[in-house]
Structures are given as structure tokens and as C-alpha cells.
């Protein structure tokens, strides 16, 4: 009580004796296990409960001790938000950089036994088979090893993926000039005209689009095939009259087939971290995407994404860090090592910043 009642942070080993302190504290006395959390752990805890102001379930506390108290102080987001949900919620989380706050949403259900698997891994990735609980909080705390221990550096190398963030999708299509370009070379062949179009001009339709009609496939066709109606030597039936009825006469005909189409269609999805697949399509050998959130379209090496060890790790730079954290220092030793197998060299980063909890296994 004496510690609790000082102002400021305890060190590392006087947070060890509280957390001792906080296993006698009975399960029924919510308000002093929270405040031992928040000081052992030098943290901020905000709570509810199906969006109302309620303690944390007692057993949710203590399976966060129980990982929490695992890793580093010098890890740990400065603030928590822990919000639980009833019935079949599957526990979530997410990242504020600004305020350093890690957002855990768990369901509250999943608390008798923790034993909800994490679905964000798919067969044969490294994560598939861990528990959704024990995964998640280690990966918030990831973010923030992430954004204060440099992990840029990893995520930026060869050894993380080389991430690239380009912000607005305009950014992309300049990066896609060749590709741009070697579309409409191909609308030239396929609509038979006497000169190849302005790909400047179709860049520009396709960048004023608006992100949510790139994730509509017959919003792209149309903003594909406005450009073209007023070409010289374009074809069109007697039945296609009005600007309209030639913009769907064109749409119609689009080669969808070309990589420029499938590039965007890939990356702008709602949530296209999920559906790139095995063999994700390549521009020069990078993936784009968006990545939803104040990065905007990212790109990473496709040679690396073989490796993946779950189907969320390449949202973005941020989330590989946090889903290779959770990984590499997961509770499990057989898990650990499968994604260390998986990304050697990143392995070996992480050791040589000290990021490791087992640093020589």
C-alpha cells in the first residue's frame, strides 16, 4: 500500500512485489487490482464493458498479469483501453502512435479458458493453432515496441519486408508509370485505335476515382472508360447515342484482365491484407495495398510475403513488427521457433536489440 500511495513510477523489481501483492488481492475487490496494475505496470487503464464503465473481469485482469508481467517494463504501451464484449466476440485490438495507447477489445466469453484460436493465421502459417488472447496482447504490445524501439529500422530493410508507405493512391499509380502506360498500349489494340491513349489521361480518371470506387469493380470500369469516349477512332454501335451508353459500351469491354486492373482491384479491397492469396499480383516486385489507415497505400517486397506467418501480418509495416513480436516471444517455445525459422535474419535483429525473451534458444 505504501508504493501505491507514492506519486510517480516504481522500478522494474518494486513492480514485481506488487504484482506478488496483486495474487493475494480476492478477485471481488476490482478497485485495488486495478490500481496495482496500472502501477506495477506504469500505465494508464481505461475499461468498459458492452460500452458501459465496468471493472475488468477479474480472470481478463489476471491473464493479462500473467503475460504482461513476462516482458519488459520499457515494452509496455503507456496506456490501456481494455474493452470486453459478450457473447461470441473474438478478441481484437488496435494502435494509437500519437497517444501510445493500445486498444484491446476481448471477449469477454473467452475468459473462463482463453481458449479461442487466433484466425488470423491460415494453414501452414506459423500462428495457425495459438489462442487468440495470449497472440493479441503480446501484438499490442509489439506497436509500441515498434513505434519506441526503432523497429522502423526493420520493417524499412530487407530483413522486414522493405515496406514502402506512399500515402494517397495518386502516389501509386506514379509509381505504376510502365504499367499505366503498357495499359494503354493494350486499349489501343483492343478498341483497334489509330493512336495509343494519353496515359496521363487515364492516370488522371483513374486517380480522381475515389477510393471507394476502386474497390467497386463496375465503379472502375466506368472510370476507366470515360476518358476514352471523345478518342478519335473509337468504335461504337449505332445503339450507343449518349456520353452514357458509350461509357457502358467501353466498360464492357475492358481488358479487367491486365495487371494494372488486378494491382488496384488487389490492393484497394476493404480488407486486402486477407485476400492477397498465395501468389499475390507484383508490380516490379513489390505488393501494393491499402493499408486503411494514416500510412495509406504501402508496398512490401512480394519475395518476402512466402513466409508469412499469418494473413494479417502484411497490412502494414506496423503490423508485421507486431505480429513477428507476438510471434517470436510468443508462451509457446514450439511456437516461437517456427517464426523464427520463418525470418532468420529478423530474428537475429530483434536479439541484437535486446527485443527478445528468449534470446538464446
Keep these: 500500500m505504501d508504493f501505491l500511495d507514492k506519486p510517480g513510477d516504481v522500478d522494474e523489481a518494486v513492480g514485481k512485489k506488487l504484482l506478488a501483492g496483486f495474487r493475494l488481492v480476492p478477485e ?8 496495482i496494475f496500472k502501477k506495477a505496470f506504469a500505465c494508464k487503464v481505461s475499461s468498459t464493458l458492452n460500452g458501459k464503465r465496468a471493472a475488468v473481469p477479474p480472470k481478463v485482469l489476471t491473464k493479462m498479469v500473467d503475460i504482461l508481467e513476462t516482458l519488459p517494463r520499457d515494452h509496455l504501451p503507456a496506456n490501456w483501453d481494455l474493452a470486453g464484449a459478450t457473447g461470441t466476440s473474438k478478441t481484437s485490438g488496435s494502435w ?12 469477454a466469453d473467452d475468459a473462463p479458458a482463453f481458449n479461442q484460436s487466433y484466425d ?10 495459438t489462442k487468440c488472447f495470449d497472440v493479441m496482447v503480446r501484438h499490442e504490445v509489439g506497436h509500441a515496441v515498434h513505434s519506441d524501439k526503432g523497429g522502423e529500422e526493420l520493417t524499412d530493410g530487407a530483413n522486414g519486408g522493405t515496406w514502402k508507405k506512399h500515402g494517397a493512391f495518386i502516389n501509386v499509380l506514379t509509381e505504376w508509370a510502365d504499367l499505366v502506360s503498357d495499359f494503354a498500349s493494350r486499349l489501343q489494340t483492343v478498341f483497334t485505335l489509330p493512336a495509343k491513349p494519353e496515359p496521363t489521361v487515364i492516370k488522371g480518371y483513374i486517380g480522381g476515382a475515389g477510393e471507394s470506387n476502386l474497390k467497386d469493380v463496375d465503379k472502375l470500369k466506368k472510370a476507366l472508360a470515360l476518358p476514352l469516349v471523345s478518342l478519335q477512332g473509337m468504335p461504337f454501335p449505332p445503339t450507343a447515342v449518349t456520353t452514357l451508353q458509350k461509357q457502358e459500351h467501353i466498360a464492357a469491354r475492358l481488358p479487367m484482365d491486365h495487371d494494372l486492373i488486378k494491382v488496384i482491384i488487389q490492393g484497394a479491397r476493404t480488407t486486402p491484407y486477407f485476400e492477397l492469396g498465395d501468389s499475390p499480383t507484383a ?3 513489390r505488393v501494393y495495398l491499402n493499408a486503411e489507415n494514416a500510412d495509406g497505400w504501402v508496398s512490401f517486397d512480394a519475395a518476402s510475403y512466402a513466409n508469412k506467418i499469418s494473413i494479417y501480418q502484411y497490412r502494414s509495416p506496423s ?3 507486431a505480429e513477428f513480436y507476438a510471434g517470436v516471444n510468443n508462451g509457446v517455445q514450439s511456437v516461437r521457433k517456427k517464426v523464427a525459422g520463418k525470418y ?7 536479439k541484437s536489440k535486446h527485443l527478445l525473451l528468449y534470446p538464446d534458444e
Excluded at 120 to 129: C, V
Excluded at 344 to 350: E, I, L, Q, V, Y
Design 28 to 35: 471481488s475487490d476490482s478497485e485495488l487490482r486495478e490500481k
Design 96 to 107: 494509437d502512435p500519437d497517444n501510445k495507447k493500445a486498444t484491446f477489445e476481448y471477449g
Design 120 to 129: 488470423n493465421a491460415r494453414s501452414g502459417d506459423a500462428l495457425e493453432g
Design 283 to 285: 508490380v516490379v516486385g
Design 319 to 321: 503490423e508485421w513488427f
Design 344 to 350: 532468420p535474419s529478423a530474428h537475429g535483429w530483434m
